[in-house]
């Protein structure tokens, strides 16, 4: 390991060490005041099991301790939510609980008084969080496309991004995306990306391909790659996975649906120079008949204007989770030229999703799990809408 990556990881450690010994002495200040425990010890180590579980929990993925890793990693990522709004609540109470100090208060009254409302606060979030994650709901678009498809006068499209299956989403939240889909009854389905959180593994082995397996629709099931699914480093068995379930990748492919329209899949940008990188929308799309409906999937949603520029109709995007917890869409808004919804840009209608699953916590501040269900409508009648 180079000696430039080893300081990186120990200054990371430092930060991070610090920011958790922030908290827990917030903590420690609050709940010794409250409660009386005086046992500092405990309470140490399981701030530190806490601060170390999602870390822990990717280092015991290797046997014998592999036993460890869901337990470890489902609380260490509720320990990552719950750092954010630590960080974001717990200067606010140490300056209100100095203010109060300053104006005479006794610390029984101040620390239990703002510590209460703090501890409350997070209570709220992460009670909200959790809903907003573990229960998706169906976003509805609608979308108008002047070009003819074939005999075909309208698509309804189901769409999920960022399923994000691995340790801590399985096959329980997948068969709510199966439910969804069900309500929706689309004509084909649509995947942009990141189905899984990373690591194969625990795909494999929790056996979620025959879950997922049982999407169907009348006119296919199509997929692409997302950032994680290269952060995993098995692509190929990925792609061979979802291929022998019925579920097909597009890696920088165009699959043309009878003589109605295109479906062009494209490879995340994520992967950089590997086997040649990735095509560009305009070698993609240029051999295709473009008096049809062209409908791209790529995960990132990072080429609207060469989309528009070369006459794809529909992007269909994820990635961004809409930031997945407030303000954190403050910085997607400002990285993307659309990080959640529709926008109309040219002929092109994009379409980003928040996403069916989440990365890290299992939280969703400000943000919603969605299925997206669009409708398009081909033709003439469409130009006037």
């Known amino acids: 390991m180079k000696v430039r990556a080893v300081f990186s990881i120990i200054g990371f450690l430092a930060i991070y060490g610090a920011l958790a010994g922030y908290i827990g002495w917030n903590g420690w200040l609050f709940l010794s005041q409250v409660t009386g425990w005086e046992n500092a010890i405990l309470y140490s180590c399981i701030i530190a099991v806490l601060a170390l579980g999602y870390i822990g929990g990717r280092l015991a993925q290797s046997a014998p301790l592999g036993f460890l890793t869901t337990p470890l990693k489902f609380i260490g990522s509720y320990w990552l939510g719950l750092l954010q709004y630590c960080l974001l609540l717990f200067p606010i109470a140490d300056i209100a609980g100095l203010l109060l100090k300053w104006g005479g208060a006794e610390p029984d009254i101040y620390i239990t008084a703002v510590g209460g409302i703090v501890l409350l606060s ?5 009670v909200l969080g959790s809903r907003n994650a573990w229960s998706p709901i169906i976003r509805t678009y609608q979308v108008h496309v002047p070009k003819n498809a074939g005999n075909r006068r309208k698509l309804t499209i189901a769409m999920a991004s960022d399923l994000h299956l691995g340790t801590v989403i399985g096959k329980g939240h997948l068969r709510k995306l199966l439910r969804k889909v069900e309500e929706i009854q689309p004509d084909i389905i649509l995947l942009p990306g990141d189905i899984l959180d990373d690591d194969l593994t625990p795909f494999v082995k929790k056996g979620m391909k ?3 397996g049982k999407l169907r629709a009348p006119l296919g099931v199509y997929a ?3 950032n994680h699914e290269y952060y995993g480093g098995k692509v190929p068995e990925f792609v061979e996975e979802m291929n022998s379930i019925g579920i097909r990748v597009l890696m920088d492919e165009t699959v043309m649906i009878g003589d109605e329209f295109a479906i062009v899949g494209r490879k995340d940008k994520a992967v950089g120079s590997q086997n040649g990188g990735r095509l560009s929308i305009k070698d993609l799309v240029e051999p295709l008949d473009h008096s049809l409906p062209v409908i791209m999937l790529d995960h990132q949603p990072s080429d609207l204007a060469a989309a528009a ?5 529909i992007s269909l995007s994820g990635h961004t989770h809409r930031g997945q917890l407030a303000p954190n869409h403050l ?10 919804g529709y ?3 040219g002929g092109l209608h994009a379409i980003v999703s928040s996403g069916f699953g989440f990365w890290g916590p299992p939280l969703r501040i400000g943000s919603r799990s969605e299925v997206l269900r669009i409708d398009v409508e081909f033709g003439d009648s469409a130009a006037k809408a």
């Open 309 to 313: 520029d070369n006459g794809v109709d």
């Open 210 to 212: 025959h879950v997922i």
């Open 224 to 226: 692409v790659t997302g």
């Open 343 to 345: 926008l109309r840009k």
């Open 331 to 340: 910085i997607t808004r400002r990285m993307f030229e659309v990080d959640w």
């Open 122 to 126: 997070l209570i709220v979030l992460l």
